[in-house]
Structures are given as structure tokens and as C-alpha cells.
């Protein structure tokens, strides 16, 4: 069983900073990559970030805002959220692919979802 726990989300005013984590637990022999996806109200899931080995995406409108990173040591992946707009408000939800052992297939799996809300 994994589990995948957020948190560092809040209110937080137009052109501020948050910084949400994502601990995975449980048994976990590889993970294959980790990112965060959002999701605003009326909206459907969007892709934040995603990093895996050595590479990093972004959705474009993101890049230079937002820096996803990970500490694999604490299976820990991170994301800084800097200058941060009202139209950032959404639920955040980290995501890991991972597998349980070798001879597992790779399987996603979601936190419970983190709510971030940018307003004066």
C-alpha cells in the first residue's frame, strides 16, 4: 500500500510564495517519476510539473513561477510556487508512478489534494 501525504498549501495574497510537499510512504521499490496537477473549480485536472530522472516539464505558462524538485532520500518531491496569481487557486495534487517491487508494473498513484488559494 502507498501513500502519497501533501501539504504547505493556504491562503496566501497575489505575488506571494508557498512551497508544497508530497511524502510518499509504503512499499515502494522504484519510482519512476513524481509531479503535481491542479484542479480549479469548473476546470479538469491540469498538469503543474513533472520530474523524472534528470528531466522537467512545466506547463508553459508556469515555467519561471513554479520549481519542482525532489529529495528521493525522504521520497519527497516539492514544489515552490513563487509570484502567485489569483488565477493559481486550485487544489493541488502530487502524483508519483511508481512500482512495489520488481516485478510490479509501474502504477500512479494521488495524494488527497492540497488546497491553495491566492486573494488579498
Known amino acids: 500500500q502507498v501513500q502519497l501525504v501533501e501539504s504547505g498549501g493556504g491562503l496566501v495574497q497575489p505575488g506571494g510564495s508557498l512551497r508544497l510537499s508530497c511524502t510518499a510512504s509504503?512499499?515502494?521499490?522504484?519510482?519512476?517519476?513524481l509531479g503535481w496537477y491542479r484542479q480549479a473549480p469548473g476546470k479538469e485536472r491540469e498538469l503543474v510539473a513533472v520530474?523524472?530522472?534528470?528531466?522537467?516539464n512545466y506547463a508553459g505558462s508556469l515555467k519561471g513561477r513554479f520549481t519542482i524538485s525532489r529529495d528521493d532520500a525522504k521520497n519527497t518531491v516539492y514544489l515552490q510556487m513563487n509570484s502567485l496569481k489569483p488565477e493559481d487557486t486550485a487544489v493541488y495534487y502530487c502524483?508519483?508512478?511508481?512500482?512495489?517491487?520488481?516485478?510490479?508494473?509501474?502504477?500512479?498513484?494521488w495524494g488527497q489534494g492540497t488546497q491553495v488559494t491566492v486573494a488579498s
Open positions: 502524483n508519483a508512478r511508481l512500482r512495489a517491487s520488481r516485478y510490479s508494473p509501474y502504477e500512479d498513484h
Open positions: 520530474i523524472s530522472g534528470g528531466y522537467i
Open positions: 509504503g512499499t515502494i521499490f522504484s519510482t519512476n517519476a
